[in-house]
């Protein structure tokens, strides 16, 4: 076989892989992959937000994230800016923000902003922003005495995610501990799962606390696929108190979880300590640096 048989052979070779390649495109498309840009739960910032949210989100980019999850929207305003202003500030560091926080609006927090009052106007103002996902991010405990209560809240959340499908917005909800907690001879997660529906309800799965309540996060991810677009990485310190600690540097088998990313549905996962030993500007860049480690 002379050199330009050989050359041709290996020009057709290519060119059927490519056709190939070419021809598998349209099924690969369809295929979520796991997001590499890192977020944050601001709520770890609580203070340093309070007093000076421009210079925190500047530090916060400067760390390396891209992505924030917003808390504390209140009578139209993030962070005491209106969303145009927000919307900007995030722009101009390099931040997007595809998530945020909110309350039911029963008890505690009752003003403009929550999913009982003025929801229409909450859900309008977090597209400007460039929202995705409206997560609901705690039950106070005036609010789940009774399995009954989680019932009415399962009506809610279907009623406050038909508002944000509208607005091209998808609702979630965000567990702590007590939802794997028996109530009434039922565990209030399973029926949050069951009871509301499965297209306009996704949840928020935090790792920490599904860890802590002794449930496996992947055989969550494998009883109800696709449920878990977005979650909240925290890690287990490695002490008789298993408090809150950076990613990484704990008991999570964070690389397994992530393996399972696919099954969950995962677009979005955002690094949060509620409570941190060190200054906590600190301890997100050390959770920051350890994330970079994990294949995702």
Request: with cysteine; net charge positive.
């Amino acid at each position: 076989m002379n050199r330009n048989t050989t050359m041709n052979r290996q020009q057709f070779l290519k060119l059927g892989a490519l056709a190939t390649s070419a021809a598998l495109l349209p099924a690969f498309e369809g295929m979520a992959a796991t997001p590499k840009k890192v977020g944050l739960q601001l709520y770890t910032l609580r203070e340093a937000m309070a007093k000076d949210p421009d210079g925190t989100l500047k530090s916060v980019a400067k760390i390396g994230y891209k992505e924030v999850e917003s808390f504390g929207y209140s009578d139209g305003k993030f962070f005491g800016k209106t969303p145009k202003e927000y919307a900007t500030l995030l722009k101009d560091l390099g931040l997007t923000a595809p998530s945020g926080h909110y309350t039911t609006g029963n008890v505690v927090v009752t003003g403009k902003g929550t999913l009982k009052n003025d929801w229409e106007r909450t859900v309008a103002d977090a597209a400007e922003i460039g929202q995705k996902y409206m997560v609901c991010a705690y039950l106070f405990p005036p609010e789940r005495t009774k399995i009954d209560d989680y019932k009415q809240f399962a009506e809610l959340f279907n009623k406050s995610a038909e508002v944000c499908q509208k607005a091209g917005i998808q609702f979630a909800y965000h567990n702590h501990d007590f939802e794997f907690q028996p109530l009434g001879g039922q565990l209030p997660y399973d029926l949050l799962l069951n009871e509301t529906d499965e297209k306009l309800v996704k949840m928020e799965l935090d790792l920490y606390w599904a860890t802590l309540a002794g449930q496996d996060p992947v055989a969550l991810f494998k009883k109800s696929p696709g449920r878990f677009p977005l979650w909240h990485i925290k890690d287990i310190a490695k002490t008789p108190e298993r408090e809150f600690a950076e990613v990484g540097t704990g008991s999570v088998d964070f690389q397994r979880i992530f393996h399972a990313g696919k099954t969950a549905g995962m677009t979005h996962y955002f690094v949060e300590q509620d409570v941190c030993k060190r200054p906590p500007l600190e301890s997100i860049a050390i959770s920051y640096k350890n994330v970079q480690k994990l294949k995702v």
